[in-house]
């Protein structure tokens, strides 16, 4: 069964930074592309953020040149830098596979409170 359990979010101001790590098990984590997504009340999960198991990184056009995703294998671990956040970045954020099928469970999620 298929375990995900992000972490590092909190409350920052705009313009600071947070590292969020998810930790996965009950897969062969190399083999799979991983992301990153972030919803908020009322809205639907949005992608943020994918890695695939060769390397390349893709990002939502909202979150380039600020955000940065990467991995470690060894770790079972995905990760997400976050740079100069802005208000419109506050949401609860989860990592899931970006291949189809998604693992059908998802974590609970880390919030990330950006305040002005």
């Known amino acids: 069964q298929v375990q995900l359990a992000e972490s590092g979010g909190g409350l920052v101001q705009a313009g600071g930074s947070l590292r969020l790590s998810c930790a996965v098990s009950?897969?062969?984590?190399?083999?799979?592309?991983m992301a990153w997504y972030r919803q908020t009340p009322g809205k639907q999960r949005e992608l943020v953020a994918t890695m695939t198991n060769g390397g390349s990184r893709i990002y939502a056009d909202s979150v380039k040149g600020r955000f940065t995703i990467s991995r470690d294998n060894a770790k079972n671990t995905v990760y997400l830098q976050m740079n100069n956040l802005k208000t419109e970045d506050t949401a609860v954020y989860y990592c899931?596979?970006?291949?189809?099928?998604?693992?059908?469970?998802w974590g609970q999620g880390t919030q990330v409170t950006v305040s002005s």
């Open positions: 009950g897969i062969i984590f190399s083999l799979k592309a």
């Open positions: 899931n596979t970006r291949d189809l099928p998604p693992f059908a469970s």
